[in-house]
């Protein structure tokens, strides 16, 4: 691969829409080393996933976790999110997980599962008793969400190949 060459650790701010800026506090050439936390947990989005991106040839992510339950959905769309922009990009992926990749994603999926009245009202319940919750409407949102998880488990399935890793390098 034609990447930068590696150096010493760094901390590095990669510039992002806005004038806004992303510190990075392990960089070496074309890879840094981010926890999922920093980068899924907040307020980023495609714009900063696209930033990385184009700023590095290799991440490393620690710390996935397992997605249990519904309400982890927005942190699932951000990851998803991520991982389709390095796919796209043909970016290589490293990432340390809680769960097995068959396990990443269960949970949820089982919780989606079965009747949908049922599932609507399980989230009228949630917000009904003051827990942070879903409306009746968002089950299709729900639904979405895991068909992305679906995709995302086949694109980390897929970064872990050879020939993935061979195509990252033209």
Known sequence: CATRQAGPEEEVFVELPMGRR?????????????????????????ADFMAL????????LRGVPRFTSL?????????????DLLYDRRRQ?????????????????????????????????????GKAGLSPQAV???CEAVRASERAESRLREMRTRR???SCCP
């Open 22 to 46: 992303f510190l990075i506090r392990r960089a070496s050439g074309s890879a840094c080393f981010l926890d999922f936390d920093e980068l899924c947990g907040g307020d980023r989005g495609e």
């Open 53 to 60: 991106a184009q700023r590095f040839q290799s991440i490393f």
């Open 71 to 83: 309400e982890d959905t927005d942190v699932v769309r951000r990851f998803v999110k991520f991982l």
């Open 93 to 129: 992926l490293q990432i340390s997980c809680a769960a097995s990749l068959e396990e990443l994603f269960e949970e949820i999926r089982q919780e989606v599962k079965g009747d949908m009245g049922e599932l609507a009202w399980r989230t009228a319940m949630y917000s009904a008793d």
């Open 140 to 142: 299709g949102t729900l």
């Open 164 to 166: 993935y890793s061979e």
